[in-house]
């Protein structure tokens, strides 16, 4: 099994595609749709013939903040409705 298995440094809800090259394994990383990385990440990670990555931590997918400020709006809507 090789040193650079992406499902021991990606997982949870983080996407990624790996290209393997004779000396580096490269993957491409993204979060699904309203979610983003936390914290801030590159999108490219890198692992060497030796089992390094580089960056050498993979961040988690969070809610990103636009999502959280529409269902804060929408519960702030019922909030009111309920109260009329």
């Given at each position: 099994?090789?040193l ?31 979610m ?10 890198r ?12 961040p ?8 959280v ?16």
């Amino acid at each position: 099994k090789s040193l650079c298995d992406p499902k021991r440094m990606f997982f949870g809800s983080v996407y990624s595609d790996c290209q393997h090259y004779g000396e580096y394994t490269e993957c491409k990383i993204s979060c699904p749709p309203g979610m983003t990385f936390d914290p801030p990440s590159s999108s490219v990670y890198r692992c060497t013939v030796d089992g390094l990555w580089n960056p050498p931590t993979a961040p988690t997918c969070a809610m990103g903040n636009d999502f959280v400020k529409q269902k804060r709006k929408r519960i702030i809507r019922s909030e009111i409705k309920e109260h009329l």
